[in-house]
């Protein structure tokens, strides 16, 4: 029972028991006695177990529940997941499908620069998409992503392509797993179709999503090793598995090897279950929770590894079978000792003292926390081992230590509980004990008083519920949802009686509980609802499928009302339906106003066809507008690009025989000259484009680029550029800023080009002083971060009246004939749009005779890791061509004489071998003839202008791959797509530097390819 140490401390000694166990049991009872002491010890037994197994049992279904519960809730999440991502998909196709059907609505047919501009900004808002793509009705993809180097491919065959080409409507077709011809990786391809105005089949939208998508979607659940979590197709083939096993059997996408159980599932269409079963794939056994998808034709399988989550169990189980154990043996033990005792009484000292060593190992060993506790004091006597490791307290601790100091009641209530358990009033209560570490846990304690020597003394067993309060807890949460339930709930066994309705149920129809538990709900049929109704209630319900739909019923007092059902059954762990459960809605006076509004709508239907005509009236009055506005506009774009043209044209030749002149040595009169002649030139060159900018602006053309920016890098660029103009003028420029962020992103041309407007027009306006750049951090999120640029200067200031007129293009703060500062007044209007363009505003303070603060804000995102660094520009360019590119021989194209004479002196001054043609023709065949390592080739020329040459051209043998490069006065952003479209490499702009010019010609001629066996390259080589 007791060490000695113990025994001695509790009072119990061994001579005492004998003298008890003598005086209580004559020899002439002997028989009698040993029946009884037979009887309860196995009475006691059988109590213990069936006690143990009852435990371990309920225990058991609440681990099952929850495991159940949770593979349920994560089917769920994945389903809402995917339907989630499915549905922004179908809007993206569904905006795409509508643009190019007004397209091929209108005279002009599909524009595919702006159907190309239109997906990427839907492509931005799905990353789950590997791109968008279009095909016309022959099954050709001619827009979307990775089609340049492979050319249009062709989906003729594709099962989504058939479908949509054969089924008029606006349904999303989605594909089983397939391997893309783009990307060649397995994907699942999302398609809807878009039509001619007259309805004929145009072609197909297709959106399409790896399947690295969906792994990486179930990777984001919290799963245990042991767990799995499996999407397959409506073939029940793999399309993602976590974790995944691609080297094991089944592992594979598309395979469809799946448990006899699983197929039975499928064929019965059931919507959803729960089940356990071995998994083929890794022979594990889970507990599965199975799901049809909502919006995919695909199933999802969550997979709970039986031994994960019945570890906690398992480790009960062997607890409550050692306690058993203990216990039986124990009791064994001792009828047989006190046996031994009446047939050798004069042996008892012997039979005590070996019975005292197995109760002591009894007490000590066993597996539940025993305490010895007395009464009086609540002071601990004798505490096991198992209570010392499991309270946590040293052995000499815990002896002698109040039980206040464990259980967390009151000493008075504590007091009130021992004296009920002394006098046998109680012997199960439930408590809250707190451990030597502080962590409090909830016990259930059975206590019983001993006497020994006369001393009572309370021999409690412990036992921690903690886990099972918080399970007990989590079913009372559930039974409170349904009971709290704002819908009437009634749930049946499989003969339709009925076993439980909730509040909202007795309120509705009048019955108590009472009246319709054992009931068949046919007591509500008021015999309104139609026949095939319940028919079709009931296949279904044999089907082990969900019903819904309306019945009319009649409550208790015999008045009718019409209910929305949804009927379904209930299944146990094995598949078998135990219950039927129904969630009803009283929709009676919904009915009632939907009535009433379709008599309502009846009579404004005449009112709605007088209102059409006006309406097709007002409509062409708004077309005409709208056609004419966009002539206009098409005008505007075009005098523009003409006037771009015009002015650049001779400013190339300007700056380029600036540069030829220099470079041929000059005096330092002559160098002063050509630098103001630079001057100028670049005065016009930025006028034209402001002039330029703020109508793309305006005509919403500007696309902003999405690359790193450092604001320090960019703030020491602006100082650079223009701290020569400002110590002219003996002006102090300095900088202030911030600490931000490094990773950032944005347009740094734009924000640069801003800044430069706000420093060129303080250095303008400011005589003496200084000038600061100063930025700061307005906020900070997870994504992105506000910036605010400010340029302070010291100058003559601005009167409040002119302030709000700053920011409008072409005003000026002085615009009288006598101003003393130039400049058109577009700046700063560019400006305010740019920082409206990058999520800020701009504005102006002043104090006229102190200075002004010009400011704008922007908004710039955060770059992820996976985002790719700038790439390397290139620095020293014309080095470079000299040394590696020596003789490579290029052609240059252009009508005007001068600037074909300067593009040729500046590339034949770093080595290059220059030919010359005066338009695309005489360029046609030249390339003919020749082969080229590159082509720079004007736009507009006679003859055969830029475009239909390099067209020609790329027909030619050997000449598909040679670098053409567009070298055009036209700087708009549509010139530059038709020179990429046509089959030019890049793009350069006129007037241009001859660095930057180096630089993109050095870019395409180290990736030339090697034309030695070419025919044409031979004989070049020759007569060189």
């Known amino acids: 029972m007791l060490n000695e140490a113990n025994a001695e401390q509790a009072g119990i000694n061994a001579p005492f028991l004998t003298k008890q166990v003598k005086s209580v049991v004559a020899p002439q009872n002997y028989r009698r006695f040993r029946a009884l002491l037979i009887l309860g010890l196995v009475s006691a037994n059988v109590l213990v177990f069936a006690f143990s197994a009852y435990s371990l049992h309920h225990s058991r279904q609440q681990y099952d529940l929850r495991a159940q519960t949770l593979s349920q809730n994560i089917a769920g999440a994945v389903d809402r997941e995917v339907s989630s991502s499915i549905n922004k998909i179908d809007l993206s196709l569904s905006t795409v499908a509508d643009e190019l059907e007004q397209h091929l609505a209108s005279t002009k047919g599909i524009d595919e620069q702006t159907i190309k501009a239109y997906i990427t900004r839907q492509e931005e808002r799905l990353p789950q998409i590997e791109g968008l793509r279009v095909a016309n009705a022959s099954g ?102 976590y974790p995944a096993i691609p080297d094991q059997p089944g592992g594979k996408v598309g395979d469809q090897t799946v448990s006899r159980k699983l197929k039975q599932l499928v064929a019965s269409g059931v919507s959803s279950t729960t089940y356990t079963t071995q998994v083929y794939s890794d022979g594990t056994e889970r507990t599965i929770s199975f799901l049809r998808m909502h919006e995919a034709p695909m199933f999802v399988l969550v997979g709970l590894a039986t031994t994960d989550y019945l570890a906690g169990w398992t480790k009960e189980a062997y607890q409550t079978i050692g306690i058993f154990m203990a216990f039986f043996l124990g009791s064994v033990l001792l009828g047989g000792g006190l046996l031994r005792l009446l047939r050798q009484a004069d042996r008892s000292e012997t039979f005590l003292s070996q019975s005292e060593q197995r109760f002591r190992h009894f007490f000590e060993k066993n597996g539940s926390v025993m305490l010895l506790i007395e009464p009086s004091s609540g002071k601990i006597k004798a505490a096991n081992e198992t209570a010392v490791s499991y309270y946590g307290y040293p052995q000499h601790r815990l002896m002698g230590m109040p039980i206040d100091e464990i259980n967390t009641l009151s000493p008075e209530l504590i007091a009130q509980e ?273 002039i330029l900018d703020l109508s793309k602006i305006e005509a919403g053309k500007v696309v902003l680029e999405e690359v790193p920016v450092t604001i320090s890098s960019l703030l020491s660029n602006v100082h650079s550029i223009m701290s020569t103009r400002a110590q002219v003028k003996g002006l102090y420029l300095r900088i202030e800023t911030d600490s931000l962020p490094s990773d950032l992103q944005g347009d740094p041309t734009r924000l640069q080009q801003a800044l430069l407007n706000y420093v060129a027009n303080a250095i303008k306006f400011t005589e003496a002083g200084s000038i600061t750049l100063r930025t700061f951090m307005l906020d900070e999120n997870a994504d992105s971060v506000h910036v ?91 080095n470079i061509i000299r040394q590696h590119h020596q003789g490579s021989r290029i052609l240059v194209v252009d009508d005007d004489p001068l600037n074909l004479e300067v593009a040729q002196f500046i590339l ?48 030619l043998p050997g000449c598909r791959e040679t670098p053409i490069l567009a070298m055009t006065a036209n700087a708009f952003a549509v010139d530059r797509a038709r020179c990429l479209e046509a089959g030019m490499n890049d793009f350069i702009a006129k007037p241009f530097n001859p660095e930057a010019l180096y630089a993109i010609l050095l870019k395409w001629l180290e990736r030339r390819p090697d034309y030695s066996n070419d025919r044409r390259t031979r004989n070049n080589r020759i007569s060189d």
């Not at 999407?231 to 793999?238: E, K, M, N, T």
């Not at 006037?643 to 600036?658: F, K, Q, Y």
């Not at 363009?837 to 104090?847: D, P, V, Y």
């Open 140 to 241: 050709q993809i001619f827009l979307g992503k990775n089609l340049g180097e492979q050319g249009r491919i062709n989906i003729l065959d594709r099962d989504y392509f058939i479908y949509n080409r054969d089924h008029v409507g606006d349904n999303l077709f989605i594909t089983k797993p397939i391997l893309s011809r783009i990307i060649h990786h397995h994907i699942i391809v999302l398609a809807k179709r878009y039509n001619y105005p007259d309805g004929r089949f145009a072609g197909v939208v297709s959106a399409a999503v790896r399947l690295d998508y969906f792994s990486k979607m179930l990777s984001q659940f919290d799963i245990k090793p042991g767990d799995a979590l499996v999407l397959r197709d409506a073939d029940l083939g793999l399309v993602a598995r």
């Open 418 to 690: 021992r004296d009920q358990a002394l006098h046998e009033k109680r012997n199960y209560f439930n408590f809250s004990h707190r451990l030597a570490s502080g962590e409090i846990r909830d016990v259930e304690v059975y206590c019983t008083p001993i006497h020994v020597d006369g001393n009572p003394l309370l021999f409690s067993i412990i036992h921690d519920i903690t886990e099972r309060k918080l399970a007990t807890e989590q079913i009372l949460k559930l039974s409170l949802a349904v009971e709290q339930s704002p819908e009437s709930i009634v749930i049946t066994d499989i003969d339709a009686n009925i076993e439980y309705v909730n509040d909202v149920f007795v309120q509705l129809t009048g019955y108590s509980r009472e009246e319709v538990v054992g009931k068949n709900p046919k007591i509500l049929h008021s015999g309104n609802t139609p026949r095939e109704t319940h028919i079709a209630l009931w296949d279904a319900l044999r089907e082990g499928l969900p019903w819904k739909g309306e019945l009319y019923n009649r409550k208790k007092d015999g008045s009718e009302y019409i209910e929305f059902a949804i009927i379904m059954p209930l299944r146990k762990t094995d598949g078998t339906i135990s219950h039927y459960v129904a969630v009803k809605e009283d929709i009676t006076e919904k009915k009632r106003l939907g009535m009433e509004l379709d008599q309502h709508r009846e009579h404004l239907e005449e009112l709605v066809v007088s209102r059409t005509a006006d309406l097709d009236v007002a409509n062409q009055s708004l077309i005409q507008a709208k056609e004419a506005a966009e002539a206009a506009n098409l005008a505007k774009s075009v005098f523009l690009s003409n006037m771009s043209h015009e002015i650049r044209t001779p400013l190339n030749g300007i700056i380029g025989m600036t540069h030829i002149l220099r470079r041929g040595g000059v005096t330092p009169v002559q160098a002063e000259r050509l630098a103001k002649i630079d001057t100028a030139a670049e005065h016009l060159l930025s006028t034209i484009n402001d």
């Open 788 to 878: 605010r640029f400010e340029v302070q200067d010291t100058g003559i200031g601005i009167a409040p009246e002119t302030l709000p007129r700053l920011f409008t293009a072409f005003e000026q703060a002085d615009s009288s004939t006598t101003r003393h500062h130039g400049g058109t007044g577009l700046g700063l209007a560019i400006t305010r749009r740019l920082a409206a363009l990058m999520g800020g505003e701009a504005g102006a303070e002043s104090t006229p005779g102190t200075g002004s603060t010009f400011w704008f804000t922007v908004r710039l995102t955060k770059a992820t890791s996976s985002e790719k660094k700038p790439s390397p520009v290139i620095t020293d360019a014309e």
């Open 908 to 955: 034949e001054d770093i080595g290059l071998a220059v030919d010359t043609a005066e338009d695309g023709l005489h360029a046609h065949g030249k390339a003919r003839e020749t082969s080229y390592a590159a082509i720079l080739m004007d736009m507009q020329m006679p003859n055969l202008d830029g475009v239909e040459a390099t067209q020609q051209i790329r027909e």
